[in-house]
Each structure stands twice: as structure tokens, then as C-alpha cells.
């Protein structure tokens, strides 16, 4: 009884904050975003949808899709996901074998501490499948006041899949979730497009 008094309590006090905050918190995009084979995906959580689509998404490749396996109620101002369970998300990409692919993981979230027998931790853990060849760094956190931080984390992996699973686990709330990604193509392919492109402006030059 005691224990659920005190997440009742937690509960109002994380209400109370979250009502006095809005974000847009795109804070940390990648100088790659927008080349030829990347991707954009954001997410702001405006509605209880359990599956709702991007609010923003640049995917030619597809439409990205998220599932939000919730512990708690959705919170309508600003829009936000208790987690204590999981959001997964599906990410269509480009479709052929390439050396390697990077990811970016924008989170905004703040720690939630409503579970009284703590199994996740009071902060994210990004998971991405396939992981057979991965490699994660994480940029440093921006604190936003008010208990809420914006996070980064950086994926390789090697060589990229067409697709891939973005799992976000954690007794946290999320507010924003942001997703880029670029498949890079060879070295080899690089320099043959740039003397293509060099080879292109002599005969434009010819011509004329």
C-alpha cells in the first residue's frame, strides 16, 4: 500500500513538471542529414496513439512505423509517454549491401521512478537489430531544466541492413524522439561518382 501511495505521489509531481514544458528538441542533427541515402524520422508524441506515425519523416525508402508498449497512461501536455515498458521502431532503408551504416538516436526523456521493484534503470537503453556487427557511442547529454534531458546516441553498423529494429527501454518519459540514418556507400563508389562528375563538367565545358 505504501509503495503504491508513493508512485501516486511521483506520478502528480511528474504531471505537474511536465505540464510547465514544451520542446522541440532537435537539438543535435547530423551535417549528413538530408544526402543522397539518409534518412529523417521525428516523433513528438502529440497523441495517445499506441502507433502513431511520424510528425516529421525524408524516407524514400519507406514509411518509417513506431509502437509504444506503455506502462502508464499517456500525459496530454506536452505530449508524452511514461515508458517503464518500450517503444520499439521499424526503419525501411536502402535496400542493397553497402560497407556500413550510421544512426542517430535523439531522445528527449527524464527519469520516472514509478517502479517500486526497479527492474529497468531511471534512464534510456537503445537497442538496434540486427546488432551482430554494432558499434554505440553516446554524445554528451543537454540538460534541459526541470529534470528533463536531450540525449544522443550513435549506431555503426557494419555492413548496413536494408532495415532495422530501434528499441528504447527504460523506467523514463519520453517527450521526443528523433532518428536519422545514411548508408555509406565504398570508398570505390565515392571516387567513381566524383570523376564522373568531373568528366560530366568537361563535357558541358566541351559542348560549349
Given at each position: 500500500m505504501l509503495a503504491y501511495k508513493k508512485i501516486l505521489s511521483l506520478r502528480t509531481v511528474i504531471v505537474l513538471v511536465l505540464c510547465s514544458v514544451v520542446f522541440a528538441?532537435?537539438?543535435?542533427?547530423?551535417?549528413?542529414r538530408g544526402q543522397d541515402d539518409s534518412t529523417f524520422q521525428l516523433w513528438d508524441f502529440s497523441t495517445p496513439d499506441l502507433m502513431p506515425p511520424p510528425d516529421l519523416f525524408s524516407n524514400s525508402f519507406g514509411a518509417p512505423m513506431l509502437r509504444v508498449t506503455p506502462f502508464e497512461q499517456w500525459i496530454p501536455d506536452p505530449g508524452a509517454w511514461p515508458l517503464s515498458g518500450e517503444i520499439d521502431v521499424y526503419i525501411p532503408n536502402y535496400p542493397e549491401i553497402r560497407p556500413y551504416k550510421e544512426i542517430w538516436v535523439q531522445l528527449t526523456w527524464m527519469s520516472m521512478n514509478l517502479d517500486p521493484d526497479p527492474f529497468l534503470p531511471n534512464a534510456p537503453v537503445i537497442g538496434v537489430t540486427p546488432f551482430d556487427s554494432m558499434q554505440m557511442t553516446r554524445g554528451d547529454d543537454i540538460d534541459l531544466g526541470n529534470g528533463w534531458t536531450h540525449s544522443l546516441f550513435m549506431v555503426t553498423l557494419w555492413p548496413n541492413p536494408i532495415e532495422e529494429w530501434i528499441t528504447i527501454?527504460?523506467?523514463?518519459?519520453?517527450?521526443?524522439?528523433?532518428i536519422d540514418t545514411i548508408c555509406i556507400p565504398e570508398p570505390a563508389t565515392v571516387i567513381i561518382l566524383g570523376i564522373g562528375g568531373v568528366l560530366a563538367l568537361k563535357r558541358k565545358k566541351s559542348a560549349r
Amino acid at each position: 500500500m505504501l509503495a503504491y501511495k508513493k508512485i501516486l505521489s511521483l506520478r502528480t509531481v511528474i504531471v505537474l513538471v511536465l505540464c510547465s514544458v514544451v520542446f522541440a528538441d532537435d537539438l543535435t542533427p547530423p551535417d549528413w542529414r538530408g544526402q543522397d541515402d539518409s534518412t529523417f524520422q521525428l516523433w513528438d508524441f502529440s497523441t495517445p496513439d499506441l502507433m502513431p506515425p511520424p510528425d516529421l519523416f525524408s524516407n524514400s525508402f519507406g514509411a518509417p512505423m513506431l509502437r509504444v508498449t506503455p506502462f502508464e497512461q499517456w500525459i496530454p501536455d506536452p505530449g508524452a509517454w511514461p515508458l517503464s515498458g518500450e517503444i520499439d521502431v521499424y526503419i525501411p532503408n536502402y535496400p542493397e549491401i553497402r560497407p556500413y551504416k550510421e544512426i542517430w538516436v535523439q531522445l528527449t526523456w527524464m527519469s520516472m521512478n514509478l517502479d517500486p521493484d526497479p527492474f529497468l534503470p531511471n534512464a534510456p537503453v537503445i537497442g538496434v537489430t540486427p546488432f551482430d556487427s554494432m558499434q554505440m557511442t553516446r554524445g554528451d547529454d543537454i540538460d534541459l531544466g526541470n529534470g528533463w534531458t536531450h540525449s544522443l546516441f550513435m549506431v555503426t553498423l557494419w555492413p548496413n541492413p536494408i532495415e532495422e529494429w530501434i528499441t528504447i527501454k527504460g523506467d523514463i518519459v519520453v517527450d521526443q524522439l528523433v532518428i536519422d540514418t545514411i548508408c555509406i556507400p565504398e570508398p570505390a563508389t565515392v571516387i567513381i561518382l566524383g570523376i564522373g562528375g568531373v568528366l560530366a563538367l568537361k563535357r558541358k565545358k566541351s559542348a560549349r
